[in-house]
């Protein structure tokens, strides 16, 4: 049975940093590329980031580049989310989402974590 | 406002069927496959389809996509309660680099 527990969220003010984990379980985490996907309040959901299964790969969504960083630890099994600079606007319900193999389709969702950006 | 345009809301009788459209361009719908999933209050989207017209085991067979050039459609027939929810297509841009999702459906069954 496939798992994805993420943790990390918080509330956190304008400009600070906030580092997200996802920990999976239940499948090969090392042969498939992963995501972050968002939803603010309100809101729809918006594609945040991608990282590759070797970690060679990362596109970022505009809004986020230069300020966020996807990463992987393959022999932790964990998927990371580093958010440097937040501002109000990335308030979210922050998913971490598994790949069906790279760039193709969602086929496993965790629970998500909500990050609050407020002073 | 998202790269895909979808109806805000569509609504529909138990028991009938209705569609959700998804409009994008060359670039996004155009040249790679679309997936839909199903959004219920408090709970993680689910897939529902995947490369355009495919069904997860364990997904009904009331819910069927399709695309066409730049467009892409999920319908379900015999509409339950339960399928209430937002549905949202997606799909990669190569023009951007980037997934892109549409702005999400509101299915309500009256």
């Known amino acids: 049975q496939v798992q994805l527990v993420e943790s990390g969220g918080g509330v956190v003010q304008p400009g600070r940093s906030l580092r997200l984990s996802c920990a999976v379980s239940?499948?090969?985490?090392?042969?498939?590329?992963f995501h972050w996907v968002r939803q603010a309040p309100g809101k729809g959901l918006e594609w945040v980031a991608v990282?590759?299964?070797?970690?060679?790969?990362?596109y970022y969504v505009d809004s986020v580049k230069g300020r966020f960083t996807i990463a992987r630890d393959n022999s932790k099994n964990t998927l990371y989310l580093q958010m440097n600079r937040l501002r109000a606007e990335d308030t979210a319900l922050y998913y971490c989402?598994?790949?069906?193999?790279?760039?193709?389709?969602?086929?496993?969702w965790g629970q998500g974590t909500q990050v609050t950006v407020s002073s | 406002q998202s790269v895909l345009t979808q109806p805000p809301s569509v609504s529909a009788a138990p028991g009938q069927k209705v569609t959700i459209s998804c409009s994008g361009t060359?670039?996004?719908?155009?040249?790679?496959?679309v997936s839909w999933y199903q959004h219920l209050p408090g709970a993680a989207p689910k897939l529902l389809i995947f490369d355009n017209n495919k069904r997860p085991s364990g997904i009904p067979d009331r819910f069927s996509g399709s695309k066409s050039g730049t467009s892409a459609t999920l319908g379900i027939t015999g509409l339950q309660t339960g399928d209430e929810a937002d549905y949202y297509c997606?799909?990669?841009?190569?023009?951007?680099?980037?997934?892109?999702f549409g702005g999400g459906t509101n299915l309500a069954v009256l």
């Open positions: 997606a799909t990669w841009d190569s023009r951007v680099s980037a997934v892109v």
């Open positions: 239940g499948v090969t985490f090392s042969r498939y590329a």
């Open positions: 060359s670039s996004n719908i155009g040249s790679n496959f």
């Open positions: 990282i590759s299964y070797d970690s060679s790969l990362q």
């Open positions: 989402v598994k790949d069906s193999s790279y760039l193709d389709y969602f086929d496993y």
